[in-house]
């Protein structure tokens, strides 16, 4: 049975960290394209990170500038994200995806299972 299990989340001042993590079961992740999407309140889910099956390639959202960093860890069969110098407008419940599939990283119709999502919350 394929899980995705995000942990991680809570609620930092901004200008903190948090470090966000997926474990995955059912799958070994190197056969899988993974990536982190988010939403907020009345928004619909958007693309925050991506890694590709090699783990070399990355892709980003626009504005992540540089803050945030994805990364596969293999032996964990489990994809984090480091999360740092983060702002109020980050807060938003963020979810994790898998995809065997050749469709667009960024887009959430790719991807063909998610976790239940964990949420953030980053106060002024």
């Known amino acids: 049975q394929v899980q995705l299990v995000e942990s991680g989340g809570g609620s930092v001042q901004a200008g903190g960290s948090l470090s966000l993590s997926c474990g995955v079961t059912?799958?070994?992740?190197?056969?899988?394209?993974m990536a982190w999407f988010r939403q907020a309140p009345g928004k619909e889910r958007e693309f925050v990170a991506g890694?590709?099956?090699?783990?070399?390639?990355?892709s980003y959202g626009d504005f992540v500038k540089g803050r945030f960093t994805i990364a596969r860890v293999n032996a964990k069969n489990s994809v984090v994200l480091q999360m740092n110098s983060l702002k109020p407008e980050d807060t938003a419940v963020y979810y994790c995806g898998a995809t065997m599939g050749l469709g667009y990283i960024r887009n959430v119709s790719t991807y063909d299972y998610w976790g239940q999502g964990t949420q953030v919350t980053v106060f002024s």
């Open positions: 059912g799958f070994a992740i190197n056969e899988y394209r």
């Open positions: 890694v590709e099956w090699s783990g070399t390639y990355t």
